[in-house]
Structure formats: structure tokens, C-alpha cells
């Protein structure tokens, strides 16, 4: 096999592959690079090309060592020698056979692209491509920027879109794997109709033990089936809830069913229909091969009015579901961007998933402004947030004499504070959308508003408390197999938050508020509208924390009652509520056993965000913007952000690093032993990627600029690799032990 790139492209080249093109190089050896410069560059000119990519080309390159050194693109073939000193330059202490790559480089492609035979880190048996449309494939293998992605299971032809280019990459693939005789990964740029193939190495990996095929079928016979109870359903991730990260893509079975029981089940559309939603009948999940999806049509329906006319409801859904299959990319944020789930402002909410008729609108409007004065009850929301400032005084006391005590202390826990929880939160996403549309029509800023819910996080003067509620909480409020902070360290929870006080009001913010309010026949003002921003805010943090710490102590006492009947916290959440109530004790190793082989067995599925009756698990082409978790089990600790002029010695070991991109050129940072690394753009196959599996490093990849912006502001994050979600953590960093 073949040790450095040049040597690599050689056999492919040899190969002769239809539809293949390797474009021209040379290889200039260090050696020869000192002694006869001239004749090297003389070498180069013969490439007779206007722009060169200057690769590094070490011995060992071709097995390992992905993006360890420097490669610059778009070279000035007239004065290549600084690009290539800078090369050579970056490799450090000199080896015998170090030399650099000189290629023609590839103008006006159309697509650029990482292409793997199989899928990292698992070697699921999937070809992986991500690609960006692009005229260089420094955008994939630098991960400056977020990219599509392919997953075609080994043995299917492509089919759809971009389907001549994925044609031609599974047959060339096919053909290396066949002729190397072991996995490899390509970089390549689509121009003119051929492949022209610029990178080639091998993957050090090894194919599961385990079959993909049972999984698949699996998972092919539940979407059959939730496709004969709704034609024309729609399942996604993240619509409602957001239960992919609550609980992570993949989590284990006892949190899915803590979720479905004390939320997902009856009480999202109870909580709804007792404010004045739409009665709605049916649990909110749908789980596809142990992923929490999310029942799109139901989640729609119950932000309607429930005095809408039923015939209105069925066509407003109708027409947000087709808006949705046709940006599926707003899965995730659906409410505010494709459906109106509450009165609001302006003109703005009618054209959502539109256009619609104007009596439609009409009624829908009269609907929405007759269940404002339950929706925005200020009363209420007082109500609620004393409630639960009261409640995070103690712990509550959990039943310890058997699991049928146990099992209805849940059921009490979930009409007392999972039912509250879910109409404070339902009544603070109305808010949003009524502060959020007054912003649109300038009456409030967004600084304003960002300024209004950092003081409603706040405690206000005299709501210190007597027990530090942060102790009791745990990264994963369902996971039963996640430590408390408390747990992890008597001192994670810091000192006391400090006492708030409530924004001021503009003079200009208070009358062009007032006047929206008029003329849109709201009966509130300004001071309205700000008291119950700021009350919808602490009343839903207030009532989440509640419930968070009241399961977390209710978990703890159910690792208590499981330790007497011989099965351990990690054991335990193999299980399900269903199997703790019905299955004696001494059957749980059986079930728990069958869990994990079939968990093990769903994990090397590809699941798509957004499923219908449509989909083909066998081959999936997903948008720019889902995150790549690369690595196994969890992770937990300080975060330290990169920056282009950061320097080494700035960075201490064993963080949890936050870098935009991680080029190549930039492997110091893995000099520093990060406990993983986490960047706003990239995907499986960047060099980041490659780079940090080899080290055996976790990546979380391709998370976008905002949350990453989001998790610099925290001390630190905790990161499930094997379900699928990172959390901020509110412990400080130094404090932290994974």
C-alpha cells in the first residue's frame, strides 16, 4: 500500500477508471527542493497550468495523519516557491522522504466534495459523501463551511438529485476498495461532466460485527406503518419539544419513556387544549428506530385555536405540511417561521406557509385574538412562578418502599409539575411571538428584548432560596445514567446567582407599543407586555426547574430501589417504565441485554431529520446544517475557545475545544490533548474529522455559528456522543471531572 499522497495518485492514475481523472502533478522532494530549485521549478511550468494547489506530501501521509500539515490552494503557478517553502516549512523536524505535492488545479467545478467507502466512526456500511457547490474543495476538507451529505448504503445504486455525479463516485469507490483491498476516502471536484479525483487515502477502520439489515427493516415496517395512520404525516426531530435535544438522537430506553409518560404521551396537548388550543388527540412521538420523532400534523393542529372552525384546521395544516416538505430545513424552527401559534402583530404571521384566503385569515385572526386574554393571563403566570419558586425550596420526598409506590409518585409528579411546566412553556412561546413580531414592526429592539429575558433569569430581590437547586439537577434531566452536579461535585454549583432588578422601559419602546396594542384590539400596554414577557420567562425557567430537580431526585430513588433487586444505575437504563411495572425482576438482565444489542444495531442506522412515507433509509441526502457527532460515550468538562490568532501556549490540555474551523495546517491543537474538539462548520469527512478519529479524539461537528457562539458563553459542556446532544453546563469549568 501505498505511504504518501503522490505514490497514491500514482495508482489511481494507473487504474484508468472511466470517468476518472487525476489532473497532472509533481512531487518535489525536499531533498531535491534544496539542492535544485531551478529544475524543480522547471518541472512545475511544465504542468502548463494558472493556478496550483501546494499539498503537503510526507512519508506515512497516505495512511494516517489527515491534515496534520500545511496545503495551500490557489497558487500562482508564476512564483510557486513561497507556497512551497511555506509547506515544507510547516512539517518541522525533517524526515527522510519529505517532499511536496504540486497539482494542476481544478477550475470551474461545479460541486466539491469528501467522498469515505464506508461511514466513520462505526464503519457502518454506508459510502458517505459531503459536498459543498463550490469551485474548490478546500470548503469540505477545511470545514469552512457547512456542507451536504450522502449516505447510500454499499450494494444500492444512487437515485435523485445530483444522481450522474453519485453515480460515478459509488462505481469509483466500488473500484478502489475492490482494487486496494481495504476502505479509503477520495477528494474530489465535479467538473464537466467527470470526476476529477485530487486526494486518495486509506481508512483505519474496521466493519461492525453487527448487520445493518434488521435494523433497516425495522425501521422501514415503523415508517409503513405511521404512514397507513397518516398518508400524508410528516415525522421530524425538532418541531415540537425539541426531543433530539432533550434527550439526544439516540437516547436509551428509559429516558424516551420518562419523556413519553410525563410529557410526549397526553400532557402536551391537555396543557394545550386548558388554554384554549385545539383539542388533540394521540401521543406526540412516533420513535423510528429509537430516535424521538416528533408527529408533525399533530404538533400543527395543536397550535390552532379550538374555536376555529374544524374544516379551516384541517386545510391550515394541510398547507403548513406542504410548506414543510418543501423547506424541510426549517424543521427545527417551525413555529415562528412556518406556522402562527399565537396573536401577534402585524401582517407577518398570515404569510407563513401561504398564501391563504382572505376569509380564512379572517377567521383565523378573530380566533387568535379571542384566546389572547387566557394565553397572555399575567395573573396566571404569577401564579405559576410563585408556585414553583416555593417548590425549589426542598426536594421532594420520593416513596422508597416498592416500585408501585415508586411508579405513582411519577404519575402524581406529572399532573403536580409536568402539566404546569407544559402550559408556562406553551404561554412563554406566546410571548415570544408577540414580542418578536412587535420587534419586526420596530417597536421593540432585539437588544431590548435580549436585555428583558437576561433579567427574567435572574432572581429577583428577596427570592434567594433556601436549598442551591443547581446541585440537584443533571446534564439530561430524563438520562437516569447521568450524574447529578451535586453528585459529580459538592461545589459544581458555584456561587449564588446575584439578585436582578426589572429593565427600564424607553419612552419611545412604551409608545410605540401602546399604539400597536390600540390598534390591533389588544387590551394591554406597554408595562403589560414587558411584566408579562419577563414573567412568561421566569415562570417557564422556574416550572422547568421544578420538574428537573423533583425527577432528578425521583431517578435517585429508583437507583435505590433498583441496587436492592441487583441492577445498577447504568443497568437500569436499558429498561422502560412499561418493563419496571409488568416484568419481575429477575427477567430485567434478559430484556436489558436485548436492549443494548438492539440499540447497538439501530445506531449504525442513518436517519434523516425529517421522515414521511417517501423516505428511502437506503439512501439520504440531507441539507447543510445537522451536527456530526464522531466518537462514543460522554464527555464533560471546560471549554476553551480557538480563534485564528490563538496561540499554543495559550490553550491549556485536556479542554473541550470551540473552534469555527479546524483547517488543516491547524493539528497543533491536538498537541494539546483536547477532550474533543467542537466546530461550527465541517462534516464526517473533513480532515478535522479524519484527523481526530485516527487520535481517537471525539468531534462534534458542523453545529453552526449560533450554537457555538452559544456554548462559548457557558463554562463548559456536556457532550453524549453515542445519543446524539451536547448541553451547556452551569457548574464552572474548573470544577468538572468527566
Not at 108 to 117: E, F, H, L
Not at 291 to 309: D, E, F, G, K, N
Not at 653 to 658: H, S, V
Request: aromatic content about 6%.
Amino acid at each position: 500500500m501505498w505511504m504518501d499522497k503522490s505514490s497514491a495518485l500514482s495508482w489511481l492514475a494507473a487504474l484508468r477508471l472511466p470517468r476518472v481523472v487525476v489532473p497532472r502533478f509533481e512531487r518535489v522532494a525536499a531533498a531535491a527542493w534544496r539542492a535544485q530549485r531551478a529544475q524543480c521549478l522547471a518541472r512545475i511550468a511544465g504542468l502548463h497550468a494558472a493556478c496550483l494547489a501546494v499539498r503537503s506530501d510526507r512519508v506515512g501521509e497516505g495512511e494516517a495523519q489527515a491534515g496534520a500539515w500545511l496545503s495551500l490552494l490557489g497558487v500562482d503557478a508564476r512564483a510557486p516557491a513561497a507556497a512551497i517553502d511555506r509547506v515544507f516549512a510547516s512539517y518541522g523536524d525533517p524526515r527522510r522522504g519529505d517532499a511536496v505535492l504540486v497539482q494542476r488545479q481544478v477550475q470551474g467545478a461545479r460541486i466539491a466534495g469528501v467522498s469515505a467507502s464506508r461511514a466513520l466512526p462505526d464503519g457502518a456500511p454506508y459510502r458517505v459523501t459531503s459536498f459543498v457547490l463550490d469551485a474548490s474543495n478546500s470548503a469540505v476538507t477545511a470545514a469552512s463551511s457547512q456542507a451536504w451529505m450522502a449516505f447510500e448504503r454499499i450494494g444500492v445504486r444512487p437515485r435523485g438529485r445530483w444522481q450522474g455525479l453519485r453515480d460515478a463516485l459509488a462505481r469509483t469507490l466500488e473500484a478502489l476498495v475492490q482494487a486496494a483491498g481495504r476502505e479509503l476516502e477520495i477528494e474530489w471536484l465535479w467538473s464537466g461532466g467527470r470526476l476529477h479525483v485530487v486526494q486518495v487515502r486509506a481508512l483505519c477502520l474496521e466493519p461492525p460485527a453487527l448487520r445493518l439489515q434488521p435494523a433497516l427493516a425495522r425501521a422501514r415496517r415503523a415508517i409503513v406503518a405511521s404512514a397507513e395512520r397518516a398518508p400524508r404525516g410528516v415525522l421530524a426531530w425538532m418541531p415540537d419539544w425539541n426531543p433530539a435535544e432533550l434527550l439526544g438522537e439516540h437516547p436509551r430506553p428509559l429516558a424516551l419513556s420518562l419523556f413519553t409518560a410525563l410529557i410526549a404521551a397526553r400532557t402536551w396537548s391537555r396543557a394545550r387544549a386548558a388554554l384554549g388550543y385545539a383539542p388533540v388527540a394521540g401521543a406526540l412521538l412516533q420513535p423510528i428506530a429509537g430516535r424521538p420523532y416528533v408527529r408533525v400534523a399533530q404538533s400543527l393542529a395543536s397550535w390552532l385555536p379550538a374555536t376555529l372552525a374544524p374544516a379551516l384546521r384541517a386545510r391550515i395544516v394541510a398547507g403548513q405540511l406542504r410548506g414543510l416538505r418543501a423547506r424541510p430545513q426549517l424543521h427545527d424552527r417551525i413555529e415562528f417561521e412556518l406556522a402562527c401559534s399565537a396573536f401577534e402583530f402585524g401582517e407577518d404571521w398570515s404569510r407563513r406557509a401561504g398564501p391563504w384566503p382572505v376569509r380564512l385569515l379572517r377567521d383565523w385572526r378573530s380566533a387568535l385574538l379571542a384566546q389572547a386574554p387566557r394565553l397572555y393571563d399575567v395573573a396566571a403566570l404569577r401564579a405559576q412562578a410563585e408556585r414553583a419558586r416555593f417548590a425549589l425550596r426542598g426536594e421532594r420526598a420520593w416513596p422508597a418502599a416498592g416500585m408501585r409506590d415508586w411508579l405513582g409518585a411519577l404519575a402524581r409528579l406529572r399532573e403536580d409539575w409536568a402539566l404546569p411546566f407544559a402550559q408556562s412553556a406553551r404561554r412563554c412561546f406566546a410571548w415570544e411571538a408577540l414580542l418578536r413580531s412587535a420587534e419586526r414592526l420596530g417597536a421593540v429592539s432585539a437588544r431590548e428584548l435580549a436585555e428583558w429575558r437576561a433579567a427574567a433569569a435572574l432572581p429577583l430581590p428577596g427570592e434567594s432560596l433556601e436549598v442551591d437547586w443547581r446541585t440537584m439537577l443533571r446534564p439530561g434531566t430524563f438520562e437516569i445514567a447521568s450524574l447529578r452536579i451535586g453528585d459529580r461535585d459538592a461545589a459544581a454549583a458555584g456561587r449564588p446567582l446575584p439578585p436582578g432588578q426589572a429593565p427600564t422601559l424607553a419612552g419611545s419602546t412604551r409608545r410605540a407599543l401602546d399604539a400597536l396594542c390600540r390598534s390591533h384590539g389588544l387590551a394591554c400596554d406597554a408595562a403589560g407586555l414587558q411584566a408579562g414577557f419577563l414573567l412568561a420567562h421566569r415562570a417557564r425557567d422556574w416550572g422547568k426547574l421544578v420538574l428537573a430537580t423533583q425527577l432528578s431526585a425521583g431517578l435517585e430513588a429508583l437507583v435505590v430501589l433498583a441496587a436492592g433487586l441487583g441492577c445498577e444505575r447504568e443497568e437500569l437504563s436499558w429498561l422502560t417504565l412499561r418493563d419496571l411495572r409488568t416484568l419481575p425482576a429477575s427477567r430485567w438482565r434478559e430484556r436489558i441485554d436485548a436492549r443494548q444489542r438492539r440499540h447497538a444495531q439501530d445506531a449504525l442506522l442513518r436517519m434523516p431529520a425529517l421522515i414521511d412515507a417517501n423516505t428511502r433509509l437506503e439512501q439520504l441526502l440531507l441539507a447543510p446544517g445537522r451536527p456530526v457527532y464522531l466518537g462514543c460515550g460522554r464527555i464533560a468538562g471546560p471549554l476553551q475557545r480557538i480563534a485564528l490568532d490563538t496561540r499554543p501556549q495559550q490553550v491549556p490540555t485536556r479542554a473541550i475545544l470551540l473552534l469555527e474551523r479546524c483547517e488543516p495546517g491547524f493539528d497543533w491543537v491536538f498537541a494539546r490533548h483536547p477532550r474533543a474538539l467542537i466546530t461550527a462548520f465541517g462534516g464526517p469527512n473533513a480532515h478535522v474529522a479524519l484527523r481526530a478519529h485516527e487520535l481517537g479524539v471525539p468531534a462534534l461537528l458542523g453545529v453552526g455559528p449560533e450554537a457555538l457562539q452559544r456554548m462559548a458563553a457557558a463554562p463548559a459542556v456536556e457532550v453524549d456522543f453515542d445519543a446524539g446532544w451536547w448541553r451547556a453546563l452551569a457548574a464552572p469549568a474548573n470544577r468538572l471531572r468527566a
